[in-house]
């Protein structure tokens, strides 16, 4: 039997070097994606949670959703689920989950919890409460969990549509700081690609990296987190169709690595 070596279709991205700005399992499973594809993926978070500054109205809401009393549970951050994640947090089969989008159901899906609903069109706090009050004709009783930051956009909607809300801030987001190795080789053009997955990480990126060479790729997985990465003043040059981590490595790999790369000194 002969095998036939991979070719350069085989692994579009031989080569590159590719900043994951998130770590947990969904930094790994990135990760994972980008070694496929043949590049070597740095993962290294520029954000993480904080705890809530009301810690104990989380307890009370983790403890009535762990027991059943809410109907539906809507997650709109991958961060959310780091939460539920480091929390053991139980969704009990008679409470569904709603994700925003591709990204947070994905991250959902990693540690173990079943989504029952995503927006396909408009990933979104906007687009998940329209989803809802189209399939929801009914009061429900919903659990919203959300940063610190976020506005209760999608809280304010369900509660307009007439149903039982209880919003509650389950982190506080907070900036992670790179290693100096890693600060290195952002600015000295080792890192060919960074991966920006949200607003927040834009805003990290702009402020831990404030040289980024012009031949790095800044990568934004959907239009929306484009807007909020021009918003913090960097040139984004590339943005996937789709909110979810295929279509964005999918984007970087259309491109042809930036320059060979050089030899640095260890």
Known sequence: MTTTPE????KPLDGWRILVPRGGPWGDGVAASLRTQGAVPVVAPLINFASTTDQAALDVALAQLAAGSYDWLTVTSATTVDVLFAHRAIVPPSTRIAAVGETTAAALQAVGYEVAL?????????????????????????????????????SVLLTDAGHDV?????YRTVGVPVTDRIKRDVE??????????????????????????????????????????????????????????????DAVSHFTLPHAADEFAP
């Open 7 to 10: 070719s350069k279709h085989d």
């Open 118 to 154: 995503m927006p396909e069109q408009d990933n979104s706090a906007e687009g998940m409460a329209e989803l809802l009050i189209s399939l929801e004709t009914e009061p429900r009783r919903i659990l919203a969990l959300r940063s610190e930051i976020a506005k209760p956009v999608l």
């Open 166 to 170: 209880d919003s509650v801030v389950a």
């Open 188 to 249: 000295n053009g080792r890192i060919n690609a960074i991966l920006i997955t949200s607003g927040s990480v834009a805003e990290q990126v702009r402020e831990q990296f404030p040289e980024i060479p012009d031949e790095t790729l800044l990568a934004a997985i959907g239009p929306r987190t484009a807007r909020d990465a021009r918003k913090a003043g960097l040139p984004v040059s590339v943005v996937a169709d789709r909110q979810t981590v295929d279509a964005l490595i």
